[in-house]
T-cell receptor, first 112, second 118 residues
Framework: DQQVKQNSPSLSVQEGRISILNCDYT??????FLWYKKYPAEGPTFLIS?????DKNEDGRFTVFLNKSAKHLSLHIVPSQPGDSAVYFC???????????FGKGTKLSVKP | ETGVTQSPTHLIKTRGQQVTLRCSSQ?????VSWYQQALGQGPQFIFQ???????GRGNFPPRFSGLQFPNYSSELNVNALELDDSALYLC?????????????????FGPGTRLTVT
C-alpha cells in the first residue's frame, strides 16, 4: 500500500508559467516532507523541505505548501524554466526509522 | 565539500552471483541510507547505518546486507542475485537520523549504481 502518492505521472508547462506538482500521503505519523529533483543518469537532488508544524516554505522560485488536514502537499515553481525539466519526487519522513518514503515521481517538461 | 560518491557506475551480474556496491558519504555526514529504485518507481528504503550500526531496515530479505566503516563510508552486499534485483541502487548520506538534536532529515544522494542481473 503506497503511503506517498503522486497521481500525475507527467506534467507539461510553458516556460515562464507556474508548475504545480502534487503529492498526497496516508500516514498521519509523517512529520517532515521533502521534494527531490532527478535528472537522467543522476541521483536525486534535494530541493526543498517542510516540517509538519508549518504550512508553507519558500526558497527562491520554489514554494512548498502543506495541508495537514487533507494530507496533501504541493510544490510550486514560478517562473518555470526549461532547466526545471526533470522527474520530481515527493518524500516523507516519520516513525522511528530515519528513512524516507518516496512517491513514484512526476515528470515535468517545461517547453520554451 | 565532497558530495556522495558511489562505485561502480554500472554492473552486470548473473543470477545467483553476489555483488558489493560502495558508497562514500558527504563530508561531515555520519549516516548512510541505501535505496533501490526500480524502473518507473520511487526509491525504496533498504536499510540505514548510523555510527557503524544498522539503524533501520525496509522490506528486503536478509540476502541484502551492509556495513558502515569508521570513516562513515558504506557497502551494500547482495547475495544469490535474482533477476528482480536489477535496479538503480542509491546511497544517501545525512547528519544523524532526523530525530535527535543536531541531526537533519535531509538526505543527499549519490549518482547511483545501475545493476543488471541476467
Amino acid at each position: 500500500d503506497q503511503q506517498v502518492k503522486q497521481n500525475s505521472p507527467s506534467l507539461s508547462v510553458q516556460e515562464g508559467r507556474i508548475s504545480i506538482l502534487n503529492c498526497d500521503y496516508t500516514n498521519s505519523m509523517f512529520d517532515y516532507f521533502l521534494w527531490y529533483k532527478k535528472y537522467p543518469a543522476e541521483g536525486p537532488t534535494f530541493l526543498i523541505s517542510i516540517s509538519s508544524i508549518k504550512d508553507k516554505n519558500e526558497d527562491g522560485r520554489f514554494t512548498v505548501f502543506l495541508n495537514k488536514s487533507a494530507k496533501h502537499l504541493s510544490l510550486h515553481i514560478v517562473p518555470s524554466q526549461p532547466g526545471d525539466s526533470a522527474v520530481y519526487f515527493c518524500a516523507a519522513s516519520g516513525g522511528s526509522q530515519g528513512n524516507l518514503i518516496f512517491g513514484k515521481g512526476t515528470k515535468l517538461s517545461v517547453k520554451p | 565539500e565532497t558530495g556522495v560518491t558511489q562505485s561502480p557506475t554500472h554492473l552486470i551480474k548473473t543470477r545467483g552471483q553476489q555483488v558489493t556496491l560502495r558508497c562514500s558519504s558527504q563530508s561531515g555526514h555520519n549516516t548512510v541510507s541505501w535505496y533501490q529504485q526500480a524502473l518507473g518507481q520511487g526509491p525504496q528504503f533498504i536499510f540505514q547505518y548510523y555510527r557503524e550500526e544498522e539503524n533501520g531496515r525496509g522490506n528486503f530479505p536478509p540476502r541484502f546486507s551492509g556495513l558502515q566503516f569508521p570513516n562513515y563510508s558504506s557497502e551494500l552486499n547482495v547475495n544469490a542475485l535474482e533477476l528482480d534485483d536489477s535496479a538503480l541502487y542509491l546511497c544517501a548520506s545525512s547528519i544523524g537520523q532526523g530525530r535527535i538534536p543536531g541531526s537533519s532529515y535531509e538526505q543527499y544522494f549519490g549518482p547511483g549504481t545501475r545493476l543488471t542481473v541476467t
